[in-house]
């Protein structure tokens, strides 16, 4: 690697820590999109992705929990169910075509970012309901059922567990937005472990750009969670909503090209 590629895989990992510090999403969301227009394959942008996002979601889970204490309980039931699942949504991602994948994961981000947009609209409607009918408690059966089915889109698209999950938890089950993404980021951690390992023995993770991207990223995850905690909630959702249809632009952009 030259030394011009490490200098912007560093500053391209610290700008990506930055936003998945302040979004919790480990960055992970930010880096496919950027690594496929490096000319990688949406399954080998996905897996050097998660080179960077482990590290990073490791120290955002410290960081968020220093500030807001995390259910370790629900934490570990949540994993226990992503564990059983990444596995096969990894082995299913890596059995298909590249741009079936890669129009899939755009569908998915577009459904999460119509979802931040109505939880906005509807907002008022929502805190006055949630005066008259209590919030459904996050028991461990749910946490593992909610873990199953981010292991699951977690393996299948390299990242997007916590995505997922951070809505249901903020929505169904009330939690304040940062809150819901350290629970979040919490129950992947061993999911996205065994996602990296499955894209790596499949040749499909490129640990070259991946490190100087998790250093760059590592160094940035903090400033991150310190911003987060300055801005409302409604803004968190807002910038989570702007990123997510970002990225639903740039990978129907990238299919078209590709």
């Known amino acids: 690697m030259s030394v011009f590629l490490l200098f912007v895989c560093l500053v391209s990992g610290a700008a990506v820590g930055f936003l998945g510090g302040l979004l919790g999403n480990g960055g992970g969301l930010i880096a496919i999109p950027a690594l496929m227009f490096l000319g990688m ?5 996905q897996g ?5 996002v482990l590290p990073a979601i ?10 807001t204490q995390i259910d370790k309980g629900i934490a570990l039931t ?7 699942f990444t596995w096969l949504g990894a082995k299913l991602a890596l059995g298909i ?8 994961y755009a569908f998915f981000l ?3 970012a119509s979802f931040y947009v109505l939880q ?7 805190n006055k309901s949630s005066l008259i009918k209590p919030a459904p408690i996050l028991t461990r059966l749910r946490a593992a059922i909610l873990g199953m089915a981010s292991g699951m889109l977690g393996g299948f698209f390299g990242v997007g567990g916590a995505l997922m999950i951070v809505p249901i938890i903020a929505s169904v089950f009330r939690f304040d937005h940062i809150s819901a993404q350290a629970l979040a980021l919490a129950m ?5 472990t065994i996602a990296l390992i499955t894209y790596s023995l499949a040749g499909q993770a490129n640990w070259l750009v991946g490190i100087p991207l998790a250093i760059g990223s590592l160094i940035f995850v903090p400033l991150g969670v310190k911003q987060a905690y300055k801005l409302s909630e409604n803004k968190l959702r807002a910038c989570f909503a702007s990123l997510l249809l970002c990225m639903v632009l740039m990978l129907v952009i990238e299919t078209c090209i590709l």
């Open 41 to 45: 394959s949406q399954q080998l942008a």
């Open 48 to 52: 050097t992705a998660l080179i960077m």
């Open 58 to 67: 490791t120290l955002a889970v410290r960081k968020y929990n220093q500030r």
């Open 78 to 84: 949540g994993a226990a169910g992503a564990v059983s």
């Open 97 to 104: 075509n590249s741009s079936t994948l890669r129009l899939s």
């Open 110 to 112: 577009f459904l999460l």
């Open 120 to 126: 906005g609209v509807n907002k008022k409607f929502v």
């Open 188 to 192: 992947i951690i061993p999911g996205s």
